[in-house]
C-alpha cells in the first residue's frame, strides 16, 4: 500500500472569496508507516484529513492529486469516492465525540452503520475491539450523554475501524484523553496497524512529544502547506525549520511555573487564507526572514525523507 | 471563594435497567478568589461532571457547592459571575447561526447598555487577547473554523464579562504548544485581576505551570489533593505517580511507573477521615495496597 499526496490544493468558497486551507501539500505515506501531523491551530490539518474522505459542499478541489496503490482518487466525485470510504480510507474525526446521534444507542449505532455499509456485525470481534481501547462491553447499551468525553472518543475509534482501512486518518484521537488512556489507545493503534488490520496511519496531533512515541515520521504544516517533514527522531532533535524549531521550543518543561518565568508562544498569528500574501507565509513571525523570503520557498529534499520548504534550511 | 462539601453525583444509569453510578463521590476542595485550581484524573472520572456542578447544570445528588458562602443557583445574576468554557466546543454552538453571535448574546444580556462602536472593540480586543485574528474569524459560520478557533473564541466570549470564577473544561486540549501557552498566560492574567479558576485537564506537561492547587480524582473520588508543588514534587498516592510517569515527553522513553511499596494514609496512623494529611496542605486517600488496614472503596 501507498498513498502519494501530490501538490494538493483544496479551498473553501465563502461569501467573501476563497480560504486557501490546504494550498499545495504533498508527500507520501508507505506500506506500515504511521505519519504525524502537527501544526498551528487553523493550519489545515482537519482539511487535509476531510479532504481525502469526502469534501463536503463548500470545499473545492482546486488542483493536485491523491493515489492510493496507484489509483487516482476520485476526490471530487463523491459517489465513486464511496468505494474508497471506511473500506479504504477511513477517518476519526476530530470531536467526533460530539458527531454522535444522541438519539441511539451506541450499540445500535453500530449495527445501523455497518448495515448501511452491507456489512453484518461480528460480536465477539466487536468486544475484542472495545476491550483493545480499553472499554466496557456494556457503553453498548448506553446513550452517548452517559458516556464522558473520552470513552465517546474512543466509541468513535472503534467504530471507524471495524471495517479494518488501509488508510486510518485519526484527527486529535488523543487530546480528550488522559495520559493513561492516551497510552492505551496509541497502543491500540500501533496493535491495529502491527496485527494488518490498519495498514497505514496519519495520526494528527498538536502533541508533538505524544505524537513522537508513535509516529514513524512527523508532517509539520504551516498555514495551509507544507513546512518540514522527515522521520521522527530527526525532526524532533535537528528540526531545520523555523517554525518547526520554535514549535518544540515552546513544548514546556514538566514543572515549569508562570511565576517563576512565564513561557512565551510564538508571537504574532498565521496570514489570513483567504487573500494569503506572496512568499512565505512565516514570513512576519521569522526571526531569521530576509528580502529572499518575499518569493516563495520550494519544498527541498535536504537529506533522504528529509523536506523543508524554507530559504534558509538548505 | 468556592467550596465544596462532600459533593456526591448518581446517575440512574441506563445500562441493563436499573443500575446506577456514582460519578462523584463525596468530594471536597476549595477554590479562592485568584487562585486556580486544577483537577485531573482519568477518562470518566468525574471531572466534567464536577465542573457541571459548580455551573448549576447539574444538581449534587448530596454534599454542598457554595460560592462567596452562597448555595449555587443558576439564573442572569450566577451566570454574570461564573461561565464554564467546555471541552467540546461544537455543542456549544448553534450552527445555523454565526459563531460570534454567541457575542451578541452576551451583550443582549448582560451589556444592553454598551454603545456599537464600544461593543465591537470590545470584541475585537477579547478576539486578539486568545490570539486569532478578526477579520479571520467573525462573521463566519462554526463549520467554517477550526476545532482550537472556535475553542479559543468561547474564551474570548468568558472575557467579555465581569467573571469572578471560570470554569475550564479541557480548554487548551485541542491547542498547538504555542498557541495553548498564549492562552494559559491570558488566564494568569485574569488571575491577577482575582478570577478563581476551576481547570479540568489531563495535560500534566503543563499542570504546575499556574495552579496553586491539584486535586487528583480517581473513579469520582480524590486520591490526593493540596499544594501544587507538594502533589507534583512529592506524589504519595500510587495513582498520582502512575500519571505523572506517564506523561509523553519528547525524545524520552514513556514509562509507567513503578509500583509503591507503603500506602501514606495507613502509614500516617489511618486517621477517620477520607484523607489524611500528610504535611500541610497535602492529603492522601487510602492506596488499596495489600497490607492496608482497609481498602479503599
Ligand atoms: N467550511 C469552511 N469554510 C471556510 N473556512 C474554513 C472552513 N473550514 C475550515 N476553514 C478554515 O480553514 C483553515 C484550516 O482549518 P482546519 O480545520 O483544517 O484547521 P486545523 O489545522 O485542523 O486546526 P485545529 O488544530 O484548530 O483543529 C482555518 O483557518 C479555518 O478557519
Ligand atoms: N448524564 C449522564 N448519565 C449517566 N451517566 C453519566 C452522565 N454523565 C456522565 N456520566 C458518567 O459519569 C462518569 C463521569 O463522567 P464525566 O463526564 O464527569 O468524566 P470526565 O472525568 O469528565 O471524563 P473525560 O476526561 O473523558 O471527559 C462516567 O462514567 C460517565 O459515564
Ligand atoms: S523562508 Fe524565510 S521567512 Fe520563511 S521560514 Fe525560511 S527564513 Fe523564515
Ligand atoms: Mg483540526
Ligand atoms: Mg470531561
Ligand atoms: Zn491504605
Redesign the pocket.
Known amino acids: 500500500m501507498t498513498l502519494t499526496v501530490n501538490d494538493l490544493r483544496v479551498h473553501?468558497?465563502?461569501l467573501r472569496g476563497e480560504?486557501r486551507?490546504?494550498d499545495g501539500v504533498g508527500f507520501d505515506l508507505a506500506d506500515g508507516e504511521i505519519l504525524g501531523l502537527a501544526?498551528?491551530?487553523?493550519?489545515?490539518?482537519?482539511?487535509?484529513?476531510?479532504s481525502l474522505i469526502r469534501l463536503?459542499g463548500?470545499?473545492r478541489h482546486v488542483g493536485g492529486t491523491v493515489t492510493l496503490d496507484g489509483d487516482e482518487l476520485p476526490l471530487s466525485d463523491d459517489r465513486a469516492m464511496n468505494a474508497y470510504r471506511f473500506h479504504k480510507i477511513s477517518l476519526v474525526p476530530?470531536y467526533s465525540m460530539s458527531a454522535l446521534n444522541p438519539t441511539r444507542r451506541i450499540g445500535r449505532m453500530i449495527r445501523e452503520l455497518l448495515a448501511s455499509r452491507g456489512v453484518t456485525v461480528d460480536t465477539d470481534e466487536l468486544h475484542r475491539r472495545l476491550a483493545l481501547v480499553g472499554l466496557e462491553r456494556d457503553v453498548l447499551d448506553r446513550y452517548p450523554i452517559e458516556l464522558s468525553g473520552g470513552m465517546k472518543q474512543r466509541a468513535v475509534m472503534v467504530i471507524s475501524t471495524l471495517l479494518d482501512p488501509s488508510v486510518l486518518i485519526a484527527?486529535?484521537v488523543t487530546s480528550a484523553l488522559d495520559v493513561s488512556n492516551q497510552q492505551a489507545v496509541v497502543g491500540a493503534l500501533t496493535g491495529l496497524r502491527d496485527k494488518g488490520l490498519v495498514t497505514s496511519m496519519i495520526f494528527?496531533t498538536?502533541d508533538l512529544g505524544l505524537t513522537s512515541h508513535i509516529a514513524d515520521s512527523i508532517m509539520v504544516?504551516y498555514a495551509?502547506k507544507l513546512a518540514e517533514k522527515a522521520p521522527t527522531r530527526t525532526l524532533t532533535t535537528e528540526p531545520r525549520h523555523p517554525y518547526t524549531k520554535m514549535l518544540i521550543g515552546s513544548l514546556p518543561q514538566v514543572g515549569a511555573r508562570y511565576k517563576d518565568k512565564p513561557l512565551s508562544g510564538i508571537e504574532g498569528s498565521?496570514p489570513?487564507?483567504l487573500n494569503p500574501p506572496l512568499g512565505c507565509r512565516f514570513r512576519d513571525r521569522c526571526p531569521l526572514a530576509d528580502a529572499r523570503c518575499a518569493e516563495e520557498p520550494p519544498v527541498v529534499e535536504i537529506a533522504p525523507r528529509h523536506s523543508v520548504a524554507c530559504w534558509k534550511a538548505a | 471563594m468556592l467550596t465544596l462539601d462532600r459533593v456526591t453525583k448518581t446517575f440512574r444509569a441506563g445500562a441493563f435497567g436499573g443500575g446506577s453510578t456514582t460519578a462523584v463521590d463525596r468530594v471536597s476542595f476549595e477554590a479562592a478568589p485568584g487562585e486556580l485550581v486544577s483537577l485531573i484524573g482519568e477518562s470518566g472520572s468525574g471531572k466534567s461532571t464536577i465542573g457541571r456542578m459548580v455551573l448549576g447544570l447539574t444538581r449534587a445528588s448530596s454534599g454542598s457547592l457554595t460560592l462567596d458562602g452562597e448555595q449555587v443557583r443558576p439564573g442572569k445574576d450566577f451566570y454574570r459571575r461564573v461561565q464554564g468554557v467546555f471541552q467540546d466546543p461544537f455543542s456549544c454552538y448553534n450552527p445555523v447561526f454565526k459563531a460570534d453571535r454567541v457575542f451578541a448574546l452576551v451583550r443582549r444580556a448582560y451589556h444592553p447598555g454598551v454603545p456599537d462602536k464600544e461593543w465591537a472593540d470590545r470584541v475585537e480586543k477579547a478576539v486578539r487577547d486568545v490570539r486569532l485574528d478578526p477579520g479571520?474569524?467573525l462573521g463566519?459560520?462554526p463549520?467554517?473554523?477550526?476545532?482550537?478557533?472556535?475553542?479559543r473564541l468561547l474564551i474570548a466570549r468568558a472575557l467579555l464579562l465581569d467573571l469572578r470564577f471560570l470554569v475550564a473544561d479541557e480548554i487548551t486540549s485541542?491547542?498547538?504548544a504555542s498557541t495553548r501557552i498564549d492562552v494559559l498566560n491570558l488566564l494568569a492574567g485574569l488571575k491577577e485581576r482575582g478570577l478563581g479558576v476551576l481547570y479540568i485537564t489531563h495535560d500534566l506537561s503543563l499542570g504546575t505551570y499556574l495552579a496553586e492547587r491539584t486535586v487528583v480524582l480517581r473513579n469520582g473520588r480524590v486520591v490526593e489533593r493540596g499544594d501544587t508543588q507538594k502533589v507534583f514534587g512529592n506524589p504519595l498516592h500510587p495513582y498520582t505517580r502512575t500519571l505523572l510517569a506517564a506523561v509523553p515527553r519528547l525524545n524520552e522513553p514513556w514509562t509507567s511507573a513503578e509500583p509503591v511499596e507503603v500506602c501514606a494514609f495507613h502509614e500516617g496512623g489511618a486517621p477517620d477521615t477520607d484523607l489524611y494529611e500528610t504535611e500541610p496542605d497535602h492529603f492522601v486517600a487510602c492506596a488499596g495496597l495489600p497490607d492496608c488496614g482497609r481498602t479503599s472503596a
Open positions: 473553501y468558497r465563502t480560504v486551507a490546504l501544526g498551528e491551530s487553523g493550519c489545515g490539518k482537519t482539511t487535509l484529513g476531510k463536503d463548500r470545499m476530530q484527527d486529535e494528527v498538536h504544516m495551509g498565521p489570513s487564507l | 479571520q474569524v463566519r459560520y463549520h467554517q473554523l477550526s476545532g482550537g478557533q472556535l475553542q485541542m491547542l498547538d
